[in-house]
Structure formats: C-alpha cells, structure tokens
Nanobody, 123 residues
Framework: QVQLVESGGGLVQAGGSLRVSCAASGRTFSNYVMGWFRQAPGKERKFVANIRWSGGSTYVTDSVKGRFTISRDNAKNTVYLQMNSLKPEDTAVYYC????????????????WGQGTQVTVSS
C-alpha cells in the first residue's frame, strides 16, 4: 500500500551536513506518523526522529536534538531529515518508516519501511 524510498545519503566530513529524503508512494494517510531510524554496523536499529503528516508536530531523540531536524512536504509525500554538525558516530544506514498508529520510538510499531540510505561521516 505504501512504498518508501530514501535518498541523499553519502560520505561527509565530520562537522558537515547532509539532508536525506524519504519519498512515499501509493496510498498515504493524513494520520500517518513518519519516522527516521538508523542502524550502525553491529548495532540495533534506533529511533532518530518522527513527524506527523497532519499538523507537523515532531519528536527528536536527545542524542541528535539541536543538530538534526525533521520536516515534511505533504504535497510531495516526502519527509526530510536535515543533519548538521555530523559526527562519526552518526554513521549508519538511515531508514524511513511509516506508522498508522500513535507516535512512537519503537521500530516494531512502524508498518512500512524503506530500503535505507548509507550515511558515512569521516573524521
């Protein structure tokens, strides 16, 4: 029903910036919550940020708050994660996800996932 495709990842020096995008296609719903997660090598997938399609309220995890911002363009069915002041520990595959339910940080609660985009931050 919903297909998510991430883009915009790449290699960046520490202190630099990247913006990753998540384009949603197929049926979307105004009550969806869109989330960004990341998974570093050898680690579990962890929550980064989410946003509501309707109203645009956001929640960002403490480890990236102040550096990362999440936004959306409802007309384009696209969610963005702007990443500034990147650190090597931000290196991960970044995934976008969609949930029909309440806003949550738990990966298990998200119904749709993209394939991920690699973000590598060099020192």
């Amino acid at each position: 029903q919903v297909q998510l495709v991430e883009s915009g990842g790449g290699l960046v020096q520490a202190g630099g910036s990247l913006r990753v995008s998540c384009a949603a296609s197929g049926r979307t719903f105004s009550n969806y919550v869109m989330g960004w997660f990341r998974q570093a090598p050898g680690k579990e997938r962890k929550f980064v940020a989410n946003i509501r399609w309707s109203g645009g309220s956001t929640y960002v995890t403490d480890s990236v708050k102040g550096r990362f911002t999440i936004s959306r363009d409802n007309a384009k069915n696209t969610v963005y994660l702007q990443m500034n002041s990147l650190k090597p520990e931000d290196t991960a595959v970044y995934y976008c996800a969609a949930s029909r339910g309440v806003s949550t940080t738990m990966p298990q609660s998200y119904d749709y996932w993209g394939q991920g985009t690699q973000v590598t931050v060099s020192s």
